[in-house]
């Protein structure tokens, strides 16, 4: 597909521009030339595009009411993903004993991924491929995520994190653990992670319906969740599911990528 940069005159050169921490809501771009751009942990909500010609390209995050030439297209792709994996619609459960098993399959599975890495030098565990967390972050980032919404929402919790504990890149000021630079041991990260995974097993074990939709206390003093949230036990226990499962898929195509540098 030939780009429109080299058919019309006039056009200004910005390529290779950065836009960090830069609102751009309610912006109109015509006659635009985005090619070989990346955009990352942003938010295209509401966003509407016309005439648009897209080539090898790729695209994940989460989508909803995604429309492409008349055909919310969401649905069609969390059909084909639930097809291709039959474990993943059960880390979408509805009853108590669906979480348990739920939990069941994520130990196999990352025991299974850990297993994968163990297999590669340990420097290469701290090797970020294609931009994303290394493998011993991203074990950090779920210890940080169990700590968060079952540490500190559901059990009450005001400062749950240990501090190898990794938060996400873009958050704000919320005095919560982000040494992105540390680098501790394939193991010393899987014992952080481990900890956080027994507080989501402490819930979980004796989970029942009545406590599936109790809403839980405000949450207290600075973090993240933020001072004052609430929210029922079903929706922290899904969120630390769907935590789960997304990053072991991303773990696995990161090593993937690991294994092919040799």
């Given at each position: 597909m030939p780009s429109l940069g080299g058919m019309?005159?006039?056009?200004?050169?910005?390529?290779?521009?950065?836009?960090?921490?830069?609102?751009?809501?309610?912006?109109?771009f015509r006659l635009v030339v985005f090619d070989g751009s990346t955009i990352r942990d942003s938010d295209l909500n509401g966003v509407t595009m016309r005439g648009v010609g897209m080539s090898n390209t790729?695209?994940?995050g989460e989508f909803e009411n995604l429309v492409l030439n008349g055909v919310d297209v969401a649905p069609l792709v969390e059909a084909e993903l639930d097809r291709r994996d039959p474990d993943r619609p059960r880390?979408?459960?509805v009853a108590a004993e669906g979480f348990r098993e739920a939990c069941e399959i994520n130990g196999r599975r990352w025991s299974v991924t850990v297993d994968r890495a163990r297999r590669l030098p340990a420097e290469?565990?701290?090797e970020s491929a294609g931009g994303e967390w290394s493998f011993v972050q991203t074990l950090r980032h779920l210890a940080f995520a169990s700590e968060s919404w079952v540490g500190r929402a559901v059990l009450g919790d005001p400062y749950p994190w240990h501090p190898l504990s990794l938060a996400w890149d873009t958050h704000r000021d919320l005095?919560?653990?982000q040494d992105r630079d540390a680098r501790p041991s394939l193991d010393e990260a899987l014992a952080v992670r481990q900890d956080a995974m027994?507080?989501?097993r402490r819930v979980v074990d004796?989970?029942?319906?009545?406590?599936?939709g109790r809403e839980t206390d405000p949450c207290v003093g600075p973090g993240w969740p933020v001072e004052g949230a609430t929210f029922s036990v079903r929706d922290c226990l899904l969120t630390v599911l769907n935590?789960?499962?997304?990053?072991?898929?991303?773990?696995?195509?990161?090593?993937?990528?690991?294994?092919?540098?040799?």
């Open positions: 019309i005159e006039g056009f200004e050169d910005l390529s290779g521009s950065a836009y960090e921490k830069t609102d751009l809501s309610g912006s109109t790729t695209i994940d880390f979408r459960p290469r565990l701290h005095g919560i653990p027994a507080l989501v004796d989970l029942d319906e009545a406590e599936l935590e789960e499962w997304h990053h072991r898929v991303y773990a696995e195509r990161d090593l993937a990528l690991l294994e092919e540098r040799g």
